[in-house]
């Protein structure tokens, strides 16, 4: 697998083309993005387990957004019932999954190594009797939560395109993994604008909340008012995952091949 080395403009490109996407079926998407918001919200209810669940089943949810997004792209709507088809084949799952479970392993597996060096610090936090100094915690907490966020960075590149790349080319793994790596550091500068844009619409959309509450608007009738706007930043984000993966794969893209027999 060949990947395209892009400009930095690239990046900014994947959000427009993503906006495009959604522009073209945007009840599709929309629903989606509330359906990816509900599943979120229900694994937080369920401690531990259901945010293990999530991540496992995370590389699972990106290949079915990749998929819906490329029937958009193609010109197909998105009925209700061809969501679920790309995990229709037995095979794509359990690569999917097993690609799940490596994901998930990887993340604890950052989590540890971003707070072992900190131990100390952190157990300075709860004196002898137990009792935890929440400043004193939330201070120690700076140095795990920055490390990983920088090991997540690598992780992330690792997982980004795997899903497409199993689930429609059908290579292994590890394979996929080293493809998606590779790729990402080809298109370092593309994906840090990538990133940086999105955190600025992120952080654009959290001003107006604050300027709408300031202004005297209720809490309720804020939360009202943002929460399709987040549905829809969410909606267009998920679109644009697929336009990310086409320009740096696209040679070796299978524009013929369904998604049901992927």
């Known amino acids: 697998m060949q990947a395209a080395i892009l400009p930095i403009t690239a990046g900014w490109a994947w959000i427009q083309d993503g906006f495009k996407l959604f522009r073209r079926q945007p009840m599709a998407m929309f629903f989606w993005s509330m359906a990816t918001g509900l599943l979120i919200t229900v694994s937080y209810m369920i401690p531990l387990l259901g945010q293990i669940a999530l991540i496992a089943c995370t590389p699972m949810l990106t290949f079915v957004t990749l998929s819906a997004c490329r029937n958009i792209a193609q010109g197909r709507p998105m009925l209700l019932t061809m969501w679920l088809q790309p995990l229709k084949a037995l095979e794509t799952r359990k690569r999917l999954l097993a690609l799940g479970l490596a994901y ?48 997540y960075l690598l992780i992330s590149a690792l997982f980004w395109h795997a899903p497409a790349l199993i689930g429609w080319h059908g290579i292994k793994m590890s394979q996929a993994l080293f493809f998606s790596m590779v790729a990402c550091w080809r298109n370092k500068w593309p994906f840090l604008a990538y990133g940086a844009s999105w955190a600025a619409i992120f952080f654009a959309a959290q001003m107006v909340g604050g300027f709408l509450a300031s202004a005297g608007a209720s809490a309720g009738v804020v939360q009202i008012l943002l929460t399709p706007v987040n549905i829809v930043i969410a909606a267009v984000l998920y679109c644009s995952f697929y336009p990310a993966y086409v320009s740096v794969f696209g040679v070796n893209y299978p524009m013929s091949r369904p998604d049901s027999a992927s």
């Open 104 to 151: 998930l392993l990887f993340c604890l597996a950052g989590g540890f190594l971003a707070t072992l060096p900190f131990l100390g610090s952190l157990m300075s936090a709860i004196d002898d009797n137990g009792i935890i100094n929440e400043h004193a915690l939330l201070l120690a907490m700076r140095g795990p939560f920055i490390t990983f966020g920088l090991l």
